[in-house]
């Protein structure tokens, strides 16, 4: 019973397809397939039970041509969408392979045909067909953008950048020059990883043309003039960072404490560091500027500076620093502060540290590149009285 229902199924399906190209074959004048997504719907449950032998039989008996195309690909969608990679890819496969199918829609099922196999991560395959359609006028810039995300994926950054930039030839799109800038700051940081300081300076400053704001790069840069022993630079570029994105300072401030720390002049270093936070105040910021203070002038004069910015801009890592030195300058530890101490600390323990301002992806380190949404530049330090 079960094998007679299937075939009377399967009749149904191929006379539908064969309704379809009927419809597809009249004129002008009358109804296009206007309920499309209805027909794909009636034909949704013989999708789900069929073996992928009937599937194909169906598939096979829809006409092609200009008003079945769009039906075609829906029907390609709907399988990737579902995870069912191997029946979207037979769907387009089988578009494609139809001598009858226009020709001005093959671009369009080329790059469906992509996008499968890069759900099924057969990058090559993917990547071929993607090269393929980077000159089609239409569809040239999807599939590059695709192919950049391959690259990515595969961490090839001197394909990525290589790609990007043909797109920025034809396009003055300043989230495409932010993108490349941060690939090539990848090839700058994979410079400095082997020690090669001239070309991961010469990236960074590549970086930086592309973009100006470009936190990154000028961090690189930064590290490398701290290699080179020119301390004072070093500085310089750190305090660059406020200007160009000051939600970064904090990755920053630590360089320059250390650096400040190692090589510098700490009188200096609180002049500097009184100015930023008068223009970007952070917690971050704050208890950098307390550290130089209290070797400057003493703890006493620490803690009133904290105090009264911590009346102005609450903080859990600051009261947390307070009650440490009010502790010590007091000579004891009271219960009472060990107490505090320890349930802020709590409070902080699995608390994430970065959010991305994109997708919300929250974590406890820096992504240069975000894992959930895939852009550069998006996870931030996170502001609040438990953060920043």
Known sequence: MDIVFQWLLLTIAVAVGWFVGRLGGRSRTRTKISD???????????????????????????????????????????????GETDR???????????????????PQVTLELAMDFLNAGLLDRAEALLQQLMGDREYGRKAAQQLIDLYQR???????????????????DPAMYKDLAYLTCELAEQALSQDDRWAAQKFAKQALDYDRSCVRATLILMEILIRQ??????????????????????????????LEHEHGDIGRLVKKLRKLYEVYPSTSLLLALVESVERVSGRAAAIDLL??????????????????MAGYEKGMTTDEGRLVSRIGLLILANRPVYRCVSCGFSGQQLHWLCPSCKQWEAVRPIQGVEAE
Do not use: C
Not at 155 to 165: L, N, Q
Not at 307 to 324: F, G, M, W, Y
């Open 88 to 106: 979207a890819i037979l769907v387009h496969q089988n578009l494609l392979a139809r001598p009858e199918l226009p020709p001005r829609f093959s």
């Open 229 to 258: 022993g020119s301390y004072r630079e070093a500085g310089n570029q750190g305090l660059k960072v406020f200007d160009q994105n000051p939600d970064f300072g904090p990755e920053s401030i630590d360089r320059l404490m250390k």
């Open 154 to 172: 595969e961490r090839e950054w001197g394909k990525a950048s290589d790609v990007a930039r043909t797109l920025t030839k034809n396009d003055a």
């Open 307 to 324: 105090r009264q910015e911590l009346e102005i801009r609450p903080s859990v890592r600051a009261l947390l620093r307070l009650v440490e």
């Open 36 to 82: 499309e997504e209805s027909v794909k719907d009636r034909l949704q449950f013989l999708f789900t039970n069929y073996s992928d032998q009937a599937v194909d039989n169906f598939v096979q008996s829809l006409a092609v041509n200009k008003d079945t195309v769009s039906l075609h690909l829906s029907i390609g969608r709907h399988f990737r969408n579902k």
